[in-house]
């Protein structure tokens, strides 16, 4: 069994009517729905809102891979709680998905090194290509797919050379972005993907579905034959 905890700032949807409309209970119980199917991934759904921001230790210390949306508040998410994060995906105990916006969250940026500065303009169509069809986040992914409305997130992408990159997107504006990458730091593993607009319906999206189930077993610890070095 997989401990998932899917982690949302949960701010626009409670604010938001559209965005409420779209995902009434939030964007981590949509992606939860999905995910809960899998009989063997146990899922915890945490909100920034909750006691200790929805990762107190007995939950952090229980993760085994922890998915990460974030947009407005990311200056809210305490210091402590991202070191915490850290320490754990680089000594191997907890993989990490981070989602569309948490491209600029203190967890993205502390755990990957970088600034995660990239351009963004209005929401328009999005076609994912996967560049990367042998790789296990690919299985039974297209060769591309089409998102009719997504967020336009463009290169340069500053996060440096990525270990692994899985999905390159095009966009009706003529923009192009790295929109699957695999980050390896320290005994762990880090998936970041860009489709995700909380006014889109990305998360509906079975590839979408399925990219991130993917990924889940992807960035997962595997136990290592030695110990690693705290
Ligand atoms: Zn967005």
Request: charged residues 20%; contains cysteine; aromatic residues 12%.
């Amino acid at each position: 069994m997989l401990h998932v905890t899917i982690w949302n700032e949960f701010r626009h949807e409670k604010k938001l009517e559209d965005v409420r409309a779209l995902y009434p209970n939030g964007m981590h119980a949509t992606i939860g729905e999905y995910l809960g199917k899998d009989e063997e991934l146990d899922i915890t759904l945490a909100a920034l809102d909750d006691p200790d921001q929805g990762l107190p230790p007995e939950v952090l210390n229980n993760t085994d891979v922890l998915i990460w949306w974030g947009h407005m508040v990311h200056h809210e998410v305490n210091d402590a709680l991202v070191a915490a994060i850290r320490e754990r995906v680089y000594l191997g105990k907890m993989g990490l998905i981070v989602l569309h916006s948490g491209h600029h969250s203190k967890v993205f940026r502390s755990v990957v090194g970088s600034t995660g500065n990239l351009s963004w303009g209005r929401n328009q169509k999005e076609i994912v290509w996967n560049i990367n069809p042998t790789h296990p986040i690919a299985a039974g992914i297209p060769d591309h797919f089409c998102l009719e409305s997504e967020e336009l997130y463009a290169e340069p992408f500053y996060v440096g050379e990525p270990d692994e990159t899985v999905f390159l997107s095009w966009f009706e504006g003529g923009f192009v972005m790295r929109s699957g990458l695999v980050f390896k730091r320290g005994a762990g593993k880090i998936f970041y993907f860009q489709p995700g607009h909380e006014e889109c319906r990305s998360f509906y999206n079975e590839y979408v579905q399925r990219i991130i189930r993917n990924a889940v077993y992807y960035v997962k610890p595997t136990a290592p034959s030695f110990d690693i070095p705290n």
